[in-house]
């Protein structure tokens, strides 16, 4: 399931970033052990493995050390080439749903099908007579090397979970903007009835950018995509009170958020931790293994 009411459970959850795998684990209903596990460079580029026997001998190693169970492990995906769709369908019986969802899809989706991995929500519709179906493309081979990875680690694989949909969930929301900035990358998204509105991914890897050049990249986006957004949609704007909450290891550091405080005109916040968690963990950079633990199976 995308969205849906949070269940916390006991699992383990796997964060993958260009420079560390951030793991989190849970026991009834609080975190139990957190940190992370530096990578090589280049080990992950672009968001997908390059080389999924080396990423599942780390993986290997790092559940060993911190013995970390194997059976209900949680990942997630970077949220680039993926493809969002809204559909909005008649109500239709469950044995005629997927194929029209299929067919739907291979209209809206710009890239061949084939090269996707496709998963949706059914949401009750905004008339009777109707439904919306939150329709998710996930590029297959990001998909795919990251099964080799944990196959390689002798995990079965449980829940994958894209990045962008795990913060909205730590978020808790009902309207938000959300950035998340990495060293490589960094996360866009806009929450509107607690669903994304937009959902944008950036790599930066090859822009030799410092913090400081990374939070200023990460500012003209942002503004852009506000701006965006309350163009196209003048009668529902983003509203102004509505807060940009920070999450990703850059925002560790509060001189990061005093920044943005600094240059933008609506409230930046922490997210607060969704969960019981000790007071060292820093929020921001684990808030996708928070969203990765309350996703509903």
């Known amino acids: 399931m995308l969205f849906g009411k949070p269940r916390i459970r006991d699992v383990v959850t796997l964060a993958f970033e260009s420079t560390d795998i951030r793991y989190l684990s849970t026991r009834g209903g609080r975190v139990e052990k957190w940190g992370s596990r530096p990578l090589p460079p280049g080990l992950i580029a672009e968001g997908m493995i390059t080389n999924t026997l080396e990423m599942g001998k ?4 790092l559940l060993t050390s911190e013995e970390l169970e194997r059976k209900r492990v949680i990942t997630s995906l970077c949220g680039l080439r993926s493809i969002p769709r809204l559909l909005t369908l008649p109500k239709l019986q469950a044995s005629l749903l997927q194929e029209a969802i299929s067919r739907e899809a291979r209209k809206e989706m710009p890239i061949s099908l084939e090269s996707l991995y496709l998963s949706w929500q059914v949401m009750p519709g905004l008339r009777e007579e109707e ?13 795919d090397a990251q099964v080799q ?14 990045k962008p949909l795990a913060l909205i969930r730590a978020v808790r ?8 900035l990495e060293r490589d990358m960094f996360d866009i998204i806009l929450v509107v009835d607690y669903l994304p509105a937009i959902m944008r991914t950036f790599s930066i890897s090859r822009e030799n950018l410092d913090d400081q050049g990374r939070l200023d990249r990460l500012l003209h986006e942002l503004v852009q995509t506000i701006r965006f957004y309350n163009e196209t949609r ?3 704007p983003i509203r102004p009170s509505t807060s940009v909450f920070v999450t990703g290891k850059i925002f560790n550091d509060r001189a990061a958020i005093d920044y ?8 930046v916040e922490r997210p607060l931790a969704p969960m019981p968690c000790p007071e060292d963990l820093p929020v921001p950079e684990y808030a996708t293994n928070f969203g990765l633990a309350l996703k509903k199976v």
Request: glycine share 4%; aromatic share 4%; net charge negative.
């Open 58 to 61: 780390i993986i290997d190693e």
């Open 131 to 143: 439904q919306r179906i939150y329709l998710l493309g996930v590029p297959r081979d990001l998909v």
């Open 149 to 162: 990875a944990l196959e390689a680690a002798g995990i079965t694989p449980f829940v994958m979970d894209l």
């Open 173 to 180: 929301e009902i309207e938000a903007v959300i950035v998340c």
């Open 234 to 236: 003048p009668t529902s």
């Open 260 to 267: 943005l405080k600094s240059v933008l005109d609506r409230p």
